[in-house]
């Protein structure tokens, strides 16, 4: 099983401040298969970024993911109030297994 | 725009089959390009994907809960259903519903239903 450690456990930022979250997987990740999320309270999580740097429909580009191997990074480039919220990342690189880490929450500072 | 919907009850008891049910809207569960699954997170903690169907039937588990789960699906209704039997407290969760693309992630989600296991 890919064990997936997201770090920090929480990041206290302003408005307009760079944001870089990391996400490092236990045993290579194929990046066709790393993904990001963002839940807010009481929402379910939305798909950002998939196979590692491509972002989703709809988001936006101060959102970005790359990384390679087992070390992984998403980074929102000048956070906006909406982008307070909690980020996972996963891996699907198999069939059978999928995996999440363990969340980075992203706070006001 | 496709919509992924959990429906079954909010409240299990302790040692019975916690059952639910997602219904696909706006698009077809029979697509190639897809598995269905189930994620569930406890309250104030993170996710954990529980398995993921094909429409074909074939299936896939989490192994820590394989032992008590079962995913079916229904092509003729749009609908896959989740099953955990002998539930504890510990599986008190909201239970999620979502869609996978094979190289995409879980690009669509159900908005989630909890379910408590309590007496």
């Known amino acids: 099983e890919i064990v997936l450690t997201q770090s920090p456990g929480t990041l206290s930022l302003s408005p307009g401040e760079r944001a870089t979250l990391s996400c490092r997987a236990s045993q290579s990740v194929s990046s066709s298969y790393l993904a990001w999320y963002q839940q807010k309270p009481g929402q379910a999580p939305r798909l950002l970024i998939y196979?590692?740097?491509s972002r989703a429909t709809g988001i936006p580009d101060r959102f970005s993911g790359s990384g390679s191997g087992t070390d992984f990074t998403l980074t929102i480039s000048s956070l906006q109030p909406d982008d307070f919220a909690t980020y996972y990342c996963q891996q699907y690189n198999s069939y059978s297994l999928l995996t999440f880490g363990g969340g980075t929450k992203v706070e006001i500072k | 725009q496709l919509q992924l919907q959990e429906s079954g009850p909010g409240l299990v008891k302790p040692s019975e089959t916690l059952s639910l049910t997602c219904t696909v809207s706006g698009g077809s569960i029979s697509s190639s390009s897809y598995y269905w699954g189930w994620i569930r997170q406890p309250p104030g903690k993170g996710l954990e994907w529980i398995g993921s169907?094909?429409?074909?039937?074939?299936?896939y588990y989490n192994p820590s809960l394989k032992s008590r789960v079962t995913i079916s699906v229904d092509t003729s209704k749009n609908q896959f259903s989740l099953k955990l039997s002998s539930v504890t407290a510990a599986d008190t969760a909201v239970y999620y519903c979502a869609r996978r693309h094979v190289l995409r992630g879980l690009d669509y989600w159900g908005q989630g239903t909890l379910v408590t296991v309590s007496s």
């Open positions: 169907i094909y429409y074909s039937g074939s299936t």
């Open positions: 196979g590692a740097s």
